[in-house]
């Protein structure tokens, strides 16, 4: 029974996005549809980063529900005897509500990615014209099967590190996928080769970029964004002293090492120091890059885009230092990788396009109505 509700209260939150959907004008409501789930896609990713770095994702230590029952409010019980019981611990109506939150906006995403794949489905039967195959909806909502896959085991393997950050990869993967269909939807601008010898660059960028967002993955799901607590230096030494082979064991236990023991610091300042001297590589490069392609009309936007969002994320990422990572700009460090991640896939689809000759697609052709 409580399995229905989640999945009505689910259906309930997309009710909102797919209303707002169908009664704008529009001649593509298709194309708003796909371009919503990834804005909203966009508010999930960081609001499950809110959810880590709040210590709510075992709020409900159960899956998909909380204590066997749909909403926090109908396990009160359980959780405040588990308040009681361990007033520091993981459980408390606060970060319960927070958990169930994160999963009722994850159901409701998985709801608009179905009605993205009947929609596409249904139009191919009735053999309208299509200008993408409805097999590229199908494979975002298998992969957002895979992603709640993942999703449950974060909770039942007691956030695990290494399935914490595959989850965290998985949903910005969802991100980028549904980037790069939302962008084959839309009209593309002026048709530009020139563009295409970027193509490779683009796409070293892209990959970049992915190194990156598993490091710091890795930091916030080891809890080491404050092994090193000064800047530039890390603890007051250029090269501190680091254990790699404990920081980047990948399966083990949160906070311990791959032999039970709790984990050193100095495992945790390889971790940190990693991502920190990594992302260094990444923003000269994706800087050089986009400063190079605003020349083009039609990557101009996407570009600019880049520049200030890196500018954010080096700000933002050292005020977590400097700070000691107050939660509003660590939630924000984790909202502009997301969008850094979007801005990159669509940079790398209109080189992608230029090269192939792709022409603008006319709004009334681009997708199913």
């Not at 909806?137 to 085991?153: E, R, Y």
């Not at 930091?219 to 254990?243: H, I, K």
């Not at 083990?252 to 990693?274: K, N, S």
């Not at 570009?303 to 890196?310: D, N, Q, R, S």
């Amino acid at each position: 029974m409580f399995l229905l509700q989640l999945a009505a209260t689910g259906l309930c939150i997309a009710l909102l996005p797919l209303s707002y959907v169908w009664i704008k004008a529009s001649d593509d409501k298709f194309r708003k549809l796909v371009w919503v789930t990834t804005f909203l896609t966009l508010d999930l990713i960081m609001f499950g980063g809110f959810t880590r770095l709040t210590d709510s994702g075992l709020g409900c230590p159960d899956w998909p529900g909380c204590y066997g029952t749909a909403s926090p409010f109908l396990a009160h019980a359980q959780i405040a005897a588990a308040h009681a019981a361990m007033p520091s611990g993981p459980v408390s109506l606060m970060k319960a509500w927070i958990e169930m939150i994160h999963r009722y906006f994850a159901m409701a995403i998985g709801v608009l990615i179905i009605a993205q794949t009947a929609s596409a489905w249904v139009a191919r039967i009735k053999r309208k014209a299509l200008t993408v195959s409805p097999w590229w909806p199908t494979s975002l909502l298998l992969l957002i099967v895979v992603q709640g896959i993942f999703g449950a085991w974060t909770v039942t393997m007691k956030l695990q590190p290494v399935i914490v950050t595959t989850h965290l990869l998985l949903g910005l993967t969802l991100l980028g996928a549904l980037a790069w269909f939302a962008a084959r939807l839309t009209p593309m601008p002026a048709y530009e080769p020139q563009i295409a010898r970027y193509r490779a660059a683009a796409l070293a960028g892209l990959a970049l970029l992915v190194v990156q967002l598993a490091l710091g993955g890795w930091v916030s799901t080891n809890y080491a964004v404050l092994a090193c607590t000064d800047f530039p230096t890390c603890n007051g030494q250029w090269v501190p002293s680091m254990n790699f082979a404990q920081g980047f064991h990948l399966w083990r236990a949160l906070g311990m090492t791959g032999d039970g023991e709790v984990i050193t610091q100095d495992a945790l300042v390889a971790i940190h120091w990693t991502h920190r001297t990594f992302a260094f590589v990444v923003l000269v490069y994706l800087a050089a890059l986009a400063w190079k392609m605003r020349r083009f009309e039609s990557l101009r936007r996407p570009a600019t885009g880049v520049l200030i969002v890196l500018a954010l994320q080096f700000a933002t990422g050292l005020s977590n230092i400097v700070l000691q990572w107050p939660l509003p700009i660590a939630v924000a460090h984790n909202g502009g990788a997301a969008v850094l991640l979007l801005l990159v896939v669509v940079l790398n689809f209109r080189t992608a396009s230029s090269r192939l000759g792709r022409a603008a697609v006319p709004p009334r052709e681009a997708a199913p109505a």
